[in-house]
């Protein structure tokens, strides 16, 4: 039983281990997670947010570029350490030779910004004779790329600051210098800038000139000058959403120019002080600087500057989308861009996500690139401001060059000539079909995008206007290519609703054979309408009765019996009914002295109606023709003096096929006594000068 109850102690200590295991194994897991999570994005919602490269000290390892370098001729100098740890301030002299031979031990320029410690490394520059003069010394660190500046500082080897020094920074990589920060004990006198000058938001980009290097409040900044890029901007507290001063911070290049080393008041004094040796007998009493300007005046004969350390803090420029700088393949630093964007500094969008305009990631936005919505259908788009503030903000990318037969601001309807085709999704290629409109039935080749439907012609049916509704018979025109049947032959109808096979073709062929056979038979009735073309001879002009140009207003009434020009009609008889047609006479080119007509004279025509049926003449109302009226019976004034024209008591003679000789694409018509064809008014001078001429 003891051992039983064992057993299961040690199978419940075993449990409680591997659940710690467990959990400790999943806590290692997340912690993992969160460290290799992209600090680009939200480790829980996965939201863009904004991103920074971390905070360095850009200088380090950079070669600076010096104009004047100890060594040439060989000089000695004397450096100074100073040991901050104790409790009292000690400062160590040491002196060197430096001889551009021994190359190993010259203070050249890469010892700016090796950060050595332990072992404290100086530049030197060459001698100076003048030190109150003004001198072209400087300093060149160049990054590579844009960085947002924090602070820059230079830590001297000696006690002995320079008098006047200006920092410049360049934003192109060194083809143009801006004014960064003076330091002068004489402001107005070397840099024309006033001392101290007050920074307001209206002059945030103004650099300030400085005598603070020369004062020592405390043991730090014996031999050191910092400059704060932001200290004293108004606009500090917001930088995020202050371009100004995001662009005051900006730099590719950092030059310090060493303008002067001394003043000329602290040189002549020097001088005046030196030439009473007795005073610096007990070199003790001096202070610690002075000491130093009288070793290099009294025993060198010559001054230089030291600088131990250039340190310059600030971060990647990014723009808040990326958190590292990288090497691209050409060898150049750039950021490694999130938030879909893109360049060295990621300033801008990538293509294809202009769907809102590029801005700086800030902590309240990160401001993420959005592609633009094209449906599949393009991969081009642009930015339109005025669509943007339009929607709020929300949306103002417009699709370029859409494919798959689309058009529209986002691809998301069908160009002209095609319509939407519900069985697949916008975004599918195949959203979009042509209409195919059949080129003679159709009246145009834009369908409707919703149904596909076509728009036909008169007596047109179909989706794709390609039959002739019922009672309706096909012609060889192709202005009409189907007209109405009147007291004809009916004509099967067609099972089929489109003129494609169907699957009974047995069904189909013997439809189509009939439709055919009747086709021809009423065919025959319209023979008269041959598609040949007549050209308008001037003879013919010249021997007609009258030419007129008339234009048809309207179309009147049907008569069934009555009274034309004293003959008397009937319908039944004719097996055809009188259409009655009002105009005005818009000109005259050939007048008869037997007829008083005039030039707006109102006018009635008469037509037979199974004439008209066949489009022979095709009269259509608010159209201009010309009417040739060869003999005088046709013609003539009614008791309210309106001018008649009778084409029906032709007709009634049933003699009309005889006249007829021939007709084109029913826009003319020509007989023995008349003839009738479409006509352009702004003809008609040039005509009717003609006439004059030829006919006389």
């Known amino acids: 039983m003891r051992k039983k109850m064992g057993l299961i102690e040690l199978q419940a200590i075993l449990f409680v281990n591997f659940i710690l295991l467990a959990s400790s194994l999943e806590k290692y897991a997340i912690s993992k997670v969160f460290e290799e999570s992209d600090p680009c994005y939200d480790r829980i919602t996965g939201q863009a947010k904004r991103c920074v490269p971390n905070f360095e000290n850009v200088a380090f390892k950079r070669i600076p570029i010096a104009s004047s370098t100890c060594g040439s001729p060989p000089i000695k100098y004397c450096t100074q350490s100073v040991d901050f740890n104790s409790k009292i301030t000690m400062s160590r002299t040491h002196c060197s030779i430096c001889d551009s031979k021994n190359e190993p031990y010259v203070p050249k320029a890469s010892h700016l910004t090796d950060l050595e410690r332990s072992n404290q490394t100086c530049w030197v520059s060459g001698p100076i004779y003048e030190p109150s003069s003004i001198s072209n010394l400087s300093i060149i660190i160049s990054f590579g790329k844009k960085y947002e500046l924090t602070y820059i500082s230079l830590e001297f080897c000696t006690q002995i600051k320079p008098d006047s020094l200006a920092i410049f920074k360049s934003m192109d990589h060194g083809k143009s210098w801006i004014p960064f920060q003076y330091y002068s004990s004489e402001c107005d006198k070397i840099y024309n800038r006033p001392l101290n000058a007050k920074v307001t938001q209206s ?207 986002f691809c998301h309807y069908c160009a002209q000539g095609y319509y939407r085709n ?117 003879m013919d002009l ?25 003959k008397k009609f009937d319908s039944r008889v004719l097996n055809s009914r009188i259409k009655k047609f009002s105009g005005k006479i818009q000109g005259i080119l050939k007048e008869n002295t037997q007829m008083n007509v005039k030039r707006n004279m109102q006018i009635t025509v008469f037509f037979e109606e199974k004439y008209l049926n066949c489009s022979c003449p095709n009269i259509i109302p608010q159209n201009d023709y010309l009417f040739i009226i060869k003999t005088q019976d046709l013609v003539k004034f009614s008791k309210s003096n309106m001018l008649l024209i009778d084409f029906a008591s032709l007709f009634s003679n049933n ?23 479409k006509w352009k008014l702004r003809n008609f001078k040039r005509v009717r000068n003609f006439l004059n001429q030829r006919c006389k």
């Open 203 to 409: 002059n945030e980009q103004e650099a300030l000139c400085s005598n603070s290097h020369l004062h020592f409040s405390n043991i730090y900044n014996l031999n050191r000058i910092g400059f704060s890029t932001l200290d004293g901007r108004p606009s500090f507290h917001d930088f995020d959403r202050s371009p100004v001063l995001q662009d005051w911070v900006t730099a590719t290049d950092i030059k310090i120019v060493f303008t002067r080393l001394l003043s000329p008041s602290k040189f002549i004094n020097l001088k005046k002080n030196l030439e009473n040796e007795s005073i610096y007998n007990n070199k003790k009493h001096l202070k610690k600087h002075s000491r130093e300007l009288y070793h290099q005046i009294n025993e060198l004969g010559y001054f230089y500057t030291a600088v131990s350390e250039i340190a310059i803090g600030g971060r990647c420029k990014c723009n808040g989308h990326a958190s590292r700088c990288i090497i691209n393949r050409e060898g150049n630093y750039q950021c490694e861009c999130k938030h879909n964007t893109a360049g060295i500094e990621c300033e801008r969008c990538l293509p294809f996500h202009y769907d809102r305009p590029w801005a700086r990631g800030t902590l309240r936005d990160a401001n993420e690139c959005v592609a633009c919505n094209c449906n599949s259908h393009s991969n081009q788009c642009r930015f339109n401001k005025e669509l943007y503030l339009l929607s709020g903000r929300r949306s103002g990318g417009v699709c370029i060059n859409c494919k798959h037969n689309t058009a529209g601001r």
């Open 422 to 538: 519900f069985a697949y999704s916008m975004s599918n290629e195949k959203a979009c079909q042509e209409c195919n409109c059949h080129m003679i039935g159709s009246s145009g080749k834009v369908c409707n995008q919703n149904t596909g439907q076509c728009p036909c012609k008169k007596g047109v049916t179909g989706l794709k206007c390609d039959r002739c509704k019922t009672g309706f018979l096909q012609t060889n025109s192709a202005v009409t290519p189907c007209i109405k049947l009147r007291n004809f032959v009916t004509i099967p109808t067609i099972k089929t609703t489109s003129l494609s096979m169907p699957k009974n073709r047995e069904i189909y062929a013997d439809n189509l054979v009939s439709f055919s056979r009747n086709f021809r038979l009423q065919k025959n009735r319209c023979d008269f309408c041959k598609n040949k073309s007549k050209k308008l001879k001037i």
């Open 655 to 677: 003699d009309y096929n005889s006249y007829l000789k021939e007709s084109s694409t029913n826009d003319w018509i020509s007989s023995e006594k008349f003839e009738i064809r």
């Open 542 to 566: 010249c021997r007609s009765y009258i030419v007129l140009v008339i234009k048809i207003m309207r179309e009147n009434e049907w008569i069934n019996e009555g009274y034309i020009n004293d």
